[in-house]
């Protein structure tokens, strides 16, 4: 039987991993934002944009909720 210490660890770094992630995509959105109008290529960036960084929230939810 492996030891959970490793598994722990990986899960911390998926954690930081996808955390790092969604706060890539949360800057990319912010300067979208601070745009005055937005092409329809760049609208289109935000609405995937959004619906990564809930992706990722979600599994970093679901990170925090096996790893406690």
Do not use: F, I
């Amino acid at each position: 039987m492996v030891p959970d210490q490793p598994r722990v660890e990986r899960d911390d770094l998926s954690y930081e991993n996808l955390r790092l992630e969604h706060q890539t995509y949360e800057r990319r959105l912010e300067e979208l934002n601070n745009k005055a109008w937005l092409t329809p290529e760049e609208e289109l960036e935000a609405k995937r944009l959004k619906k990564l960084k809930l992706r990722l929230k979600d599994q970093m939810e679901r990170l925090r909720r096996t790893g406690s």
